[in-house]
T-cell receptor, first 112, second 115 residues
Framework: GQQVMQIPQYQHVQEGEDFTTYCNSS?????IQWYKQRPGGHPVFLIQ?????EVKKQKRLTFQFGEAKKNSSLHITATQTTDVGTYFC????????????FGKGTLLTVNP | EAQVTQNPRYLITVTGKKLTVTCSQN?????MSWYRQDPGLGLRQIYY???????DKGDVPEGYKVSRKEKRNFPLILESPSPNQTSLYFC??????????????FGPGTRLTVL
């Protein structure tokens, strides 16, 4: 079945450092979504990428979707303590398949 | 306020005692879904529904049932719960945009313990 691998599993940074998490799918995706989950909270949608090679920015966050639509990344510039949480990617094959498969997430901790 | 609600938020039960976790959304979303979250395993989709009376299996459907009789509600049923179903459960909903889902809104979660 479809698998979505996400690395690293954990990342600890000093405040102000950059952070990147990577997502790789075993199959071509129609779209990929990114979520953030704060400790004790529920996942919150960040963004959706649909087009091959797409790059989207949200303030200090940059999201990329690979040309082959099998990989994606989330990059945070100059991390802040408010960035702490687990970041998940989730992909779908589309067409008649609406199943959404999540990566296991990357837990980001930020040292002030 | 647009939201997804789940009840109960916490439940401790015993093996074999049937239970239902309710999920409701007030955004007129077509797509609804159930996930379980376990340490080290992330979020795994149990079932999803594209509209009323249309449901399909996710990655881990065994031991669960769902129904979608109304657009706003998507209950998760455990006919005979077992300890390996102890987990944190999330319901989510979204609009459908053609062949893909749009922004998914998650409920607050239900922490289930099966003894």
């Amino acid at each position: 079945g479809q698998q979505v691998m996400q690395i690293p599993q954990y990342q600890h940074v000093q405040e102000g450092e950059d952070f990147t998490t990577y997502c790789n799918s075993s199959t071509t995706l129609s779209n990929i979504q990114w979520y953030k989950q704060r400790p004790g909270g529920h996942p919150v949608f960040l963004i959706q990428l649909v087009k091959s090679g797409e790059v989207k920015k949200q303030k200090r966050l940059t999201f990329q979707f690979g040309e082959a639509k099998k990989n994606s990344s989330l990059h945070i510039t100059a991390t802040q303590t408010t960035d702490v949480g687990t970041y998940f990617c989730a992909g779908s094959r589309g067409g008649s398949n609406y199943k959404l498969t999540f990566g296991k997430g990357t837990l980001l901790t930020v040292n002030p | 306020e647009a939201q997804v609600t789940q009840n109960p938020r916490y439940l401790i039960t015993v093996t074999g005692k049937k239970l239902t976790v309710t999920c409701s959304q007030n955004m007129n979303h077509e797509y609804m879904s159930w996930y379980r979250q376990d340490p080290g395993l992330g979020l795994r989709q149990i079932y999803y529904s594209m509209n009323v009376e249309v449901t399909d299996k996710g990655d881990v459907p065994e031991g669960y049932k769902v129904s979608r009789k109304e657009k706003r509600n998507f209950p998760l049923i455990l006919e005979s719960p077992s300890p390996n179903q102890t987990s944190l459960y999330f319901c989510a909903s979204s609009l459908l945009a053609g062949s893909i889902t749009d922004t998914q809104y998650f409920g607050p979660g239900t922490r289930l313990t099966v003894l």
